[in-house]
C-alpha cells in the first residue's frame, strides 16, 4: 500500500513507526498511496532488510467482480474493472499486472470478444464455475442452460418450480460432458455465454438500484428480474409521502377526538366528526365497504400512537417485491409474505399536481401504453392527481388485473383537505407469498376526446387473463 521502491522503503516504515509510537494508528490506517511493487515484493523487501510486514492491508484487498471494456492506452490494454461489493461510480482502469490471479477471468473476457472456433475446455469451465458461484444468482441463464443441456424447452424447466440448489446441481451435469460433444451445440452454448454477460450487467445494476431505493424505506423492498435483459426504470426516485412543487400540503387537522380508548368510544372518534364510519375491527382490519371513506385520528387527538384507529399513517409493514412479469406486463409487485383479507398493503404515494396538469401527462403515458396517474377523486370534483411515473414507492409498480386482490380506499387523518386524501390497497382477499398484487385500474372507455371513439388498433389491451377480463384498459 506504500509508494515506494526498495531504497527509501526504511525511510516510509520509520515513518510508520513514528506515527503509530505518537499513538496515530488509526491516522495511519486511513492513508492510501498507490502501491508501485505487489505485496510478495514488499514482503521480500521487507524480509531482506529485517522489517516485519504488516499484513493489516490484505483484508482490504478489493476483488475483481467482472471486466466491462478494455482499450489501449501508451502502448499498454487496461481493463474497465467493476469490483466486487462497489458500486459502479466506483470502477476504474487498470492494467492486467494489477489484477491478481484473474488469468482465467482475462482469458473469458478476450474469448467473448473474439470467439474461438471451438469451446476449451478452460473456457467452459469458467463460464459454469462463475454462473453458478457469483452474486447475484441468475436464475435465468442457469434455466437457459438446463433446457439446452436436457434438451427440452425453458417452459418446462420453470413448470418445475426448481430452486437456484436444484438448478445448480443440474447444471453441474455440463461438466460432466466431453467438450467434444459440448462443441456439437457450439453455437448455442456461445450464445448463452454472452447473453449471460450481459445479463450479469442487469443483475448489478439491478442490485445497485435494491440498495438505492431502500436507504430511507422500511420494510425493505427486494427487485427481481429472471425473465429479460431489462434494467431498472431510470429518473425514478422512492419517496415515502407526497410531494408536490406548487400545492401546499402542509396537514392542518382541525378534526380530533379526545377519546382515550377509541376502541371503545367509536361513536364519538374522528370518523363520528367526519360523519363516516369507524373503520377498523380488533385486528386493525377494515371492516369498511369499498367505497366508504377511512377517518383515522392524528396528532391532536388524545389517544396514543397504538390507537385502533390508526393503521395506514403507520406505513407499510409487508414485505413486497418488485418483479419482472412474464406475462408482458413488465414490472409488478409481489407480497413475500402472506397478507390476511382486510389487511393493509400500502399507499400509492406520488407527485401531487393538478388535474389540468395530469390530462397532458396523461397524453404522453397514454402512448407509452401505461399510466402512473391516480386521481384524488372521492369527491365528485377532482382537483388533484397523484402522478408516480418519476416519484413514489413500491405501489408504482402495480399492475391492472380484471380480477384484483387489493381494494382502494381514500384516507384521511392530519391532512384534512377533502380534494387531498391518501390512497390506501386494503387486501380484497387472503393473499399468498409469492402471489402478484393487482388492483382494477377502472380506466375501460372506449371514447377519447369529446366523446369520439378510440380506433381499435389504439386501444391498450389488458393482460391480466381473468376469466372477467374486460379485454381492453382503455
Not at 59 to 76: A, F, G, H, R, T
Not at 264 to 284: E, L, P, R, T, V
Not at 352 to 374: C, K, P, Q, W
Amino acid at each position: 500500500m506504500f509508494d515506494l521502491v526498495s531504497n527509501n522503503v526504511k525511510q516510509v516504515f520509520s515513518c510508520v513507526i513514528d506515527y503509530n509510537n505518537a499513538n496515530h494508528t488509526k491516522y495511519i490506517r486511513e492513508v492510501r498511496v498507490k502501491c508501485l511493487q505487489s505485496i510478495a515484493d514488499l514482503k521480500h523487501v521487507c524480509k531482506k532488510l529485517g522489517l516485519k510486514f504488516n499484513d493489516y492491508y490484505s483484508k482490504e484487498v478489493m476483488k475483481v467482480d467482472i471486466i466491462l471494456e478494455d482499450k489501449i492506452l501508451n502502448c499498454q490494454r487496461l481493463y474497465l474493472v467493476k469490483w466486487q461489493d462497489y458500486d459502479s461510480e466506483y470502477n476504474t482502469w487498470e492494467p492486467s499486472d494489477n489484477l491478481i490471479d484473474c488469468e482465467d477471468l482475462i482469458y473469458f473476457y478476450n474469448a467473448m470478444k473474439e470467439p474461438p472456433t471451438e469451446l476449451s475446455e478452460e473456457m467452459i469451465f469458467y463460464f459454469i464455475k462463475d454462473l453458478l458461484t457469483r452474486k447475484p444468482h441468475d436464475l435465468l441463464t442457469l434455466t437457459k442452460l438446463c433446457a439446452l443441456i436436457f434438451k427440452v424447452d425453458e417452459d418446462h424447466i420453470n413448470s418445475l418450480q426448481l430452486s437456484f440448489a436444484d438448478l445448480r446441481k443440474k447444471a453441474t451435469n455440463v461438466l460432466n460432458i466431453p467438450v467434444v460433444k459440448l462443441n456439437k451445440i457450439r453455437d448455442e452454448l456461445l450464445n448463452l455465454m454472452q447473453f449471460s454477460e450481459k445479463r450479469k450487467l442487469v443483475l448489478l445494476s439491478i442490485k445497485e438500484w435494491e440498495i438505492k431505493i431502500n436507504k430511507n424505506t422500511s420494510p425493505y423492498t427486494k427487485v427481481e428480474n429472471n425473465i429479460d435483459l431489462e434494467g431498472p426504470p431510470s429518473n425514478f426516485n422512492f419517496v415515502d409521502n407526497y410531494i408536490s412543487s406548487y400545492i401546499d400540503l402542509t396537514p392542518r387537522p382541525v378534526i380530533y377526538c379526545s377519546c382515550v380508548d377509541c376502541s371503545k368510544n367509536q361513536n364519538y372518534c374522528c370518523s363520528h366528526y367526519w360523519g363516516g364510519d369507524f373503520a377498523y375491527d380488533k385486528q386493525q382490519r377494515i371492516q369498511l365497504l369499498a367505497g366508504y371513506a377511512i377517518y383515522e385520528c392524528n396528532e391532536f387527538c388524545k389517544c396514543d400512537k397504538n390507537c385502533l384507529n390508526r393503521v395506514v399513517q403507520h406505513g407499510q409493514k409487508i414485505r413486497v417485491a418488485i418483479f419482472r412479469t412474464s406475462n408482458g406486463c413488465g414490472w409488478g409487485l409481489k407480497t413475500l409474505e402472506l397478507i390476511q383479507k382486510s389487511q393493509f398493503v400500502l399507499e400509492y404515494i406520488g407527485e401531487v399536481i393538478s388535474s389540468s396538469h395530469a390530462e397532458r401527462r396523461g397524453e404522453v403515458y397514454d402512448h407509452l401504453g401505461r399510466t402512473y396517474l391516480f386521481d384524488l377523486d372521492f369527491e365528485k370534483d377532482c382537483l388533484y392527481t397523484v402522478d408516480s411515473m418519476l416519484y413514489g414507492n413500491a405501489s408504482r409498480f402495480i399492475n391492472h388485473s380484471c380480477n384484483p386482490n387489493l381494494e382502494t380506499y381514500s384516507v384521511w387523518s392530519s391532512q384534512q383537505h377533502p380534494n387531498l386524501p391518501r390512497i390506501a390497497f386494503f387486501a380484497k382477499k387472503k393473499i399468498m407469498p409469492g402471489e402478484e398484487l393487482t388492483f382494477d385500474y377502472k380506466m375501460v372507455d372506449s371514447r377519447g376526446k369529446n366523446g369520439i371513439p378510440i380506433p381499435e388498433n389504439e386501444r391498450i389491451l389488458c393482460k391480466c387473463n381473468s376469466k372477467n377480463c374486460k379485454t381492453y384498459l382503455f
